[in-house]
Every structure is written in structure tokens, then in C-alpha cells.
């Protein structure tokens, strides 16, 4: 077991252009999220997953942005048109789904749109 | 909007205890106070966390207060790698999602 892993780690695009993350979660959890962060702030939740189900959207997460989890294990989110206020480290947790169990973080991608 | 206030930051000589305080004072009888960390340019990471009594672990001690509306975590011999950012999470149950809500944190700096 490795971890939370998520790629690419940076990414440089321009704006406009489409973007997809990838986040593999740690294989028997059943929970995954999805979490921005800008310079300065805490993470700021966008979405979950239990399994393959999308339960939860922020509304932080706008059109442009979506996320599947077609298989209940890996997630993919991707960002459509990106604009430079896109630019962000974008984070993935997993969890056991069961209550009172803890998060566990990737190292997350770093989002910069020119 | 995150249901803790903690320092915005705070300074720690290397090998003493750092405690770091947190106010919760909204927070609901089953809900959990949650603390985690964040080294500069990695993902948050999971220290300890606590309903009622007191907890150690490996990492830190959580000093909850008998009316459940402050804590306080203790790291008992900071070393430098301790400088991190650290949140206070108060654990919200909505819809089953168990999401945590992050502030700001403290900006905990040990010192040489």
C-alpha cells in the first residue's frame, strides 16, 4: 500500500484548455474526495465519492468542473476551459467510509494556467 | 464555514512542547474535533483526534476542555520538521459524507 496517489504532480496549461487529474486512492477504501486549495487557505471541499456514486458537490465546483469514479477506484477530475482563477493544488483523500475513520491525503496536483 | 478559531500562527524552540489551541465553541455533542497537519507543498496528514477524553498517540496529545468548546494540541518535543501548518477540524456529518471543513490553521514555526 503506497498511499493516496495522484498525477501528474504539476501541470502547466493554457487557459482555455481541458485538464484532467487523476487520484488512486488506497485500494479498500470506499471514500473519496476531492479538496482545492489556493495560496494561503486551508483545502476547500469540492466533491466525494462513495464507491462510484458521486453523493456531494460543493458549490465551488462549477460547470466546467466534473468527476467521475466509474469503477469505485480511481477518480478522474477534469476542468474544462480552464481560467487562471483555476490555478490551484487540487488534492484527493480516500477514507474507509466507516464514522470516526481518518482521511488520508495525496501529495495533490499543482494546477497553473498561463 | 469552518467551526474552529486557532492562532494564525506560532513560534516554538526546538525539543519544548508546542501547544497549539483551538476554540470550538458551536460545536454539537457528536461531533469530533480532528487535527491535521501540512508541510509546506504536501497534502494534509492526519495527527490524532478525540470525542471527550483526552487522547495520546504516537505524534501528539489532544487536551479537550470538560465543556467541549476548546482544545488544545501538543506536540511534546517540537522538532524542526514539525513546522507545518496545522488545522483544527471540527468532523461535520452531512448526508453521510463525513467531509472535513478546513480554516486557515496555525503556522507553527520551530525554532533552532
Known amino acids: 500500500d503506497t498511499g493516496v496517489s495522484q498525477n501528474p504532480r504539476h501541470k502547466i496549461t493554457k487557459r482555455g484548455q481541458n485538464v484532467t487529474f487523476r487520484c488512486d486512492p488506497i485500494?479498500?477504501?470506499?471514500?473519496l474526495y476531492w479538496y482545492r486549495q489556493t495560496l494561503g487557505q486551508g483545502p476547500e471541499f469540492l466533491t466525494y465519492?462513495?464507491?462510484?456514486?458521486?453523493?456531494?458537490k460543493s458549490r465551488l465546483l462549477s460547470d466546467r468542473f466534473s468527476a467521475e469514479r466509474p469503477k469505485g477506484s480511481f477518480s478522474t477530475l477534469e476542468i474544462q476551459r480552464t481560467e487562471q482563477g483555476d490555478s490551484a493544488m487540487y488534492l484527493c483523500?480516500?477514507?474507509?467510509?466507516?464514522?470516526?475513520?481518518?482521511?488520508?491525503f495525496g501529495q495533490g496536483t499543482r494546477l497553473t494556467v498561463v | 464555514d469552518a467551526k474552529t478559531t486557532q492562532p494564525t500562527s506560532m513560534d516554538c524552540a526546538e525539543g519544548r512542547a508546542a501547544n497549539l489551541p483551538c476554540n470550538h465553541s458551536t460545536i454539537s455533542g457528536n461531533e469530533y474535533v480532528y487535527w491535521y497537519r501540512q508541510i509546506h507543498s504536501q497534502g494534509p496528514q492526519y495527527i490524532i483526534h478525540?470525542?471527550?477524553n483526552n487522547e495520546t498517540n504516537e505524534m501528539a496529545s489532544l487536551i479537550i476542555t470538560e465543556d467541549r468548546k476548546s482544545s488544545t494540541l501538543i506536540l511534546p518535543h517540537a522538532t524542526l520538521r514539525d513546522t507545518a501548518v496545522y488545522y483544527c477540524?471540527?468532523?461535520?456529518?452531512?448526508?453521510?459524507?463525513?467531509?472535513?471543513?478546513f480554516g486557515k490553521g496555525t503556522k507553527l514555526t520551530v525554532n533552532p
Open positions: 485500494s479498500e477504501h470506499n471514500r
Open positions: 477540524i471540527v468532523r461535520l456529518l452531512q448526508g453521510g459524507s463525513e467531509k472535513l471543513v
Open positions: 478525540g470525542l471527550k
Open positions: 465519492f462513495q464507491n462510484e456514486a458521486q453523493l456531494e
Open positions: 483523500a480516500s477514507s474507509l467510509g466507516m464514522l470516526n475513520t481518518e482521511a488520508f
